[in-house]
């Protein structure tokens, strides 16, 4: 393995050996009389992705289950949340989150609308978008070294080489080890490692928002923005009373996107905040750090119980809020 | 519904791009002045990072170390491709660099191709064959989109991947598909079910009418009709394996399957100043998608979007 011949030869092996098994059921569904036939040919299609569902549905039920029993296998009630909820190392794991979701939507959010908005019919118009949006294509490990980078303690490190152009004597600072936002320690705010992680995702956020709701502004029609204009608005007011309310569904699709995507932030901690030290962990980290590395599977489980209660309802806003739209177009 | 057999999307750009060259009629609420600096300023600090592990990675080794990127502007340096041929060979838990690439690739490449041919047989029967209960099964489907894949990979790893019953065969690589392939499912199903079922049912029935059976008239209908949808779900699926870590190291086993995510975190922990590697080695990841991105940018916003509800 690890050669490109012995990759692709497995790639090819796999995805024929799939086509021939839905082929060769489909053939010997087809043998049979009516009115087997017809359900049976049902089944060799519906089959496959009935199965991998189940696949989801009993994991996710047994989840259940496994977050009443503690590290040893005995029965623990509902001591997992009771834990979680008393500890303080998992209560700034929640408020970590908390901030999470709202800082990291409220400024990539704000920033897409920033963009969107002057952005729009400016010359170069798709350079500066395509400079925004390209950090979405890079993985969470990759962007999370590119952020190493500029945190570094070292010489090369790009931020502390600019707070060192600051007038008076500055301190080298390590970030994303054991600092502290002003130097406090409080569980209820996010520490300064959180809010440096917290940028890098912005920085992928951001162009995902800017695209979509810039998107959006150009099927505002202009006799809308016009008509407000007439009537004595500014721009500030037609943008903020006519062109906003009039993209809201928009506005929610980009937010709740966002918020899903950040309850569940995993790789980043994993690659900047080493796993969740230093006062960096989110739900999703402690979850996997639970249950793997430390091998408590009932917490583990118990977090991802909570981030299933935390992340279901915004999915369901999202789907009913992109129907609608769809139902409006 | 009208016409748009389409992914649920808002307007997309490249929509967007055949209305707008009115550029006359100028409805214009933007401020002119600041406003477009404003957006060049972001867009030139959104590029500074990457710019700089770009160029980070062609100096070599003891430049990196000694001096920051930004200097190269000013004291052109040396430009080397070591780097790169330094890390494909650089070991990581015992394995060169280069066949995390390919075990990349070799996962990516079916789990993006199973999910969404299971899915489109899924979407075809639930849109076009008949049989008691589909409506409600459809909703069912579409309601797992709420379940976080997190909640999955403890009872996954226990009584499927890691279970003494589970085939050797499928172990390793193939067990990282099938993961791909459970979690993407809801959201692959939803999509092309939204898509396959808004084609027009004259041509199905006609063709059902002149005896085609249900196989042919999925490839050689259904598919080509579909391209456009396929196209999204599959550049966004395809990226999310590739860019993804959490799904290989649950289930992939040992280093030998692992992705280059895996490498790089790797790298990160034991060799996390030795940046010579860490540059090299992260835009290597990158490459795929940003080739990705640069070539099917149109058709990757519309997968982003039709992507955001995954569970």
Redesign the interface.
């Given at each position: 393995?690890?050669?490109?011949f012995?990759?692709?030869g497995?790639?090819v092996v796999?995805?024929a050996a799939?086509?021939a098994v839905?082929g060769g059921l489909?053939w010997l569904a087809?043998q049979l009389p009516e009115p087997w036939r017809?359900?049976a040919?049902?089944v060799?299609?519906?089959g496959?992705?009935?199965l991998?569902?189940l696949?989801?549905?009993?994991?996710?039920l047994?989840?259940f289950r496994?977050a009443f029993y503690d590290r040893n296998g005995d029965w623990y009630g509902f001591g997992n949340y009771r834990d979680i909820f008393t500890s303080s190392n998992n209560i700034e794991v929640l408020m970590n989150t908390l901030w999470w979701g709202i800082l990291v939507t409220g400024a990539s959010t704000v920033?897409g609308v920033?963009?969107a908005?002057?952005?729009?019919?400016?010359?170069?118009e798709p350079?500066?978008?395509?400079?925004?949006f390209?950090?979405?294509?890079?993985?969470?490990?990759?962007a999370?070294?590119?952020?190493?980078?500029?945190y570094s303690p070292?010489?090369?490190?790009?931020l502390n080489?600019m707070i060192g152009l600051l007038p008076g004597e500055q301190d080298i600072q390590f970030f994303l080890q054991d600092s502290k936002l002003l130097g406090i320690d409080n569980q209820w705010i996010p520490g300064l490692n959180s809010l440096l992680i917290m940028v890098v995702i912005i920085?992928i956020q951001?162009?995902?928002a800017t695209?979509?709701i810039?998107?959006?502004l150009?099927?505002v029609p202009?006799?809308l923005?016009?008509a407000a204009?007439i009537d004595g608005a500014t721009?500030?007011q037609?943008?903020f009373r006519?062109?906003l309310p009039y993209i809201k569904?928009?506005i929610i699709?980009v937010v709740?996107?966002i918020v899903?995507a950040v309850l569940?932030i995993?790789?980043i901690i994993?690659?900047m905040g080493?796993g969740g030290s230093f006062g960096t962990s989110t739900m999703?980290n402690e979850?996997?750090e639970q249950?793997?590395p430390q091998d408590n599977?009932g917490l583990?489980?118990a977090?991802?119980?909570l981030?299933?209660l935390a992340?279901?309802p915004i999915?369901?806003v999202?789907?009913r809020n992109?129907?609608a739209?769809?139902?409006a177009? | 519904m009208t016409t748009t057999a389409d992914i649920p999307l808002i307007a997309t750009p490249t929509a967007a791009k055949d209305e707008t060259p009115v550029m006359t009629k100028v409805a214009n609420y933007t401020n002119k002045g600041m406003g477009k600096y404003i957006v060049w300023a972001i867009a030139a600090l959104w590029t500074v990072p990457t710019l700089g592990l770009l160029i980070s990675s062609f100096r070599p080794e003891d430049d990196i170390k000694t001096t920051g990127w930004w200097t190269w502007f000013t004291e052109p340096g040396n430009v080397t491709i070591d780097n790169y041929t330094t890390v494909l060979q650089d070991k990581v838990a015992g394995r060169p660099f280069s066949e995390f690439f390919w075990n990349t690739l070799q996962i990516a490449i079916p789990g993006a191709i199973i999910p969404i041919s299971v899915a489109a047989l899924a979407a075809y029967a639930l849109s076009w064959m008949h049989f008691k209960g589909r409506d409600t099964l459809s909703v069912f489907i579409v309601a797992l989109m709420v379940v976080p894949l997190q909640m999955c990979l403890i009872p996954l790893l226990r009584y499927l991947f890691a279970a003494s019953w589970f085939p050797n065969a499928l172990s390793g690589t193939p067990s990282i598909w099938i993961a791909h392939s459970i979690f993407a499912m809801p959201l692959a199903i939803f999509l092309l079910k939204n898509f396959i079922g808004a084609l027009p049912s004259e041509v199905i029935e006609a063709a059902r009418v002149d005896g085609a059976s249900h196989m042919s008239i999925f490839v050689k209908i259904v598919l080509p009709l579909s391209v456009p949808a396929i196209a999204s779900l599959a550049i966004f699926q395809f990226l999310w394996v590739w860019n993804d870590l959490l799904v290989a190291k649950v289930f992939g086993g040992g280093a030998a399957n692992q992705p280059m995510t895996y490498a790089l975190v790797d790298m990160v922990g034991n060799k996390g100043n030795e940046w010579q590697l860490l540059t090299a080695g992260a835009f290597i990841t990158m490459i795929v998608p940003l080739i990705v991105f640069l070539s099917l940018q149109r058709y990757f916003v519309r997968g982003l979007l039709a992507g955001s509800v995954k569970g």
């Amino acid at each position: 393995m690890g050669d490109i011949f012995s990759s692709l030869g497995l790639v090819v092996v796999g995805i024929a050996a799939f086509a021939a098994v839905i082929g060769g059921l489909y053939w010997l569904a087809s043998q049979l009389p009516e009115p087997w036939r017809e359900r049976a040919r049902t089944v060799v299609f519906l089959g496959p992705g009935l199965l991998l569902l189940l696949g989801l549905v009993l994991p996710a039920l047994i989840n259940f289950r496994l977050a009443f029993y503690d590290r040893n296998g005995d029965w623990y009630g509902f001591g997992n949340y009771r834990d979680i909820f008393t500890s303080s190392n998992n209560i700034e794991v929640l408020m970590n989150t908390l901030w999470w979701g709202i800082l990291v939507t409220g400024a990539s959010t704000v920033i897409g609308v920033v963009i969107a908005r002057f952005a729009d019919r400016m010359r170069g118009e798709p350079i500066a978008k395509a400079a925004i949006f390209l950090p979405t294509a890079i993985s969470m490990v990759g962007a999370g070294i590119i952020w190493n980078f500029v945190y570094s303690p070292r010489e090369y490190g790009l931020l502390n080489s600019m707070i060192g152009l600051l007038p008076g004597e500055q301190d080298i600072q390590f970030f994303l080890q054991d600092s502290k936002l002003l130097g406090i320690d409080n569980q209820w705010i996010p520490g300064l490692n959180s809010l440096l992680i917290m940028v890098v995702i912005i920085w992928i956020q951001a162009g995902f928002a800017t695209v979509v709701i810039s998107a959006a502004l150009k099927g505002v029609p202009d006799d809308l923005v016009e008509a407000a204009k007439i009537d004595g608005a500014t721009d500030r007011q037609a943008f903020f009373r006519v062109v906003l309310p009039y993209i809201k569904g928009t506005i929610i699709t980009v937010v709740t996107t966002i918020v899903i995507a950040v309850l569940k932030i995993f790789d980043i901690i994993q690659t900047m905040g080493k796993g969740g030290s230093f006062g960096t962990s989110t739900m999703a980290n402690e979850m996997y750090e639970q249950a793997f590395p430390q091998d408590n599977e009932g917490l583990g489980a118990a977090w991802a119980i909570l981030l299933f209660l935390a992340v279901a309802p915004i999915i369901y806003v999202n789907a009913r809020n992109q129907r609608a739209m769809r139902g409006a177009r | 519904m009208t016409t748009t057999a389409d992914i649920p999307l808002i307007a997309t750009p490249t929509a967007a791009k055949d209305e707008t060259p009115v550029m006359t009629k100028v409805a214009n609420y933007t401020n002119k002045g600041m406003g477009k600096y404003i957006v060049w300023a972001i867009a030139a600090l959104w590029t500074v990072p990457t710019l700089g592990l770009l160029i980070s990675s062609f100096r070599p080794e003891d430049d990196i170390k000694t001096t920051g990127w930004w200097t190269w502007f000013t004291e052109p340096g040396n430009v080397t491709i070591d780097n790169y041929t330094t890390v494909l060979q650089d070991k990581v838990a015992g394995r060169p660099f280069s066949e995390f690439f390919w075990n990349t690739l070799q996962i990516a490449i079916p789990g993006a191709i199973i999910p969404i041919s299971v899915a489109a047989l899924a979407a075809y029967a639930l849109s076009w064959m008949h049989f008691k209960g589909r409506d409600t099964l459809s909703v069912f489907i579409v309601a797992l989109m709420v379940v976080p894949l997190q909640m999955c990979l403890i009872p996954l790893l226990r009584y499927l991947f890691a279970a003494s019953w589970f085939p050797n065969a499928l172990s390793g690589t193939p067990s990282i598909w099938i993961a791909h392939s459970i979690f993407a499912m809801p959201l692959a199903i939803f999509l092309l079910k939204n898509f396959i079922g808004a084609l027009p049912s004259e041509v199905i029935e006609a063709a059902r009418v002149d005896g085609a059976s249900h196989m042919s008239i999925f490839v050689k209908i259904v598919l080509p009709l579909s391209v456009p949808a396929i196209a999204s779900l599959a550049i966004f699926q395809f990226l999310w394996v590739w860019n993804d870590l959490l799904v290989a190291k649950v289930f992939g086993g040992g280093a030998a399957n692992q992705p280059m995510t895996y490498a790089l975190v790797d790298m990160v922990g034991n060799k996390g100043n030795e940046w010579q590697l860490l540059t090299a080695g992260a835009f290597i990841t990158m490459i795929v998608p940003l080739i990705v991105f640069l070539s099917l940018q149109r058709y990757f916003v519309r997968g982003l979007l039709a992507g955001s509800v995954k569970g």
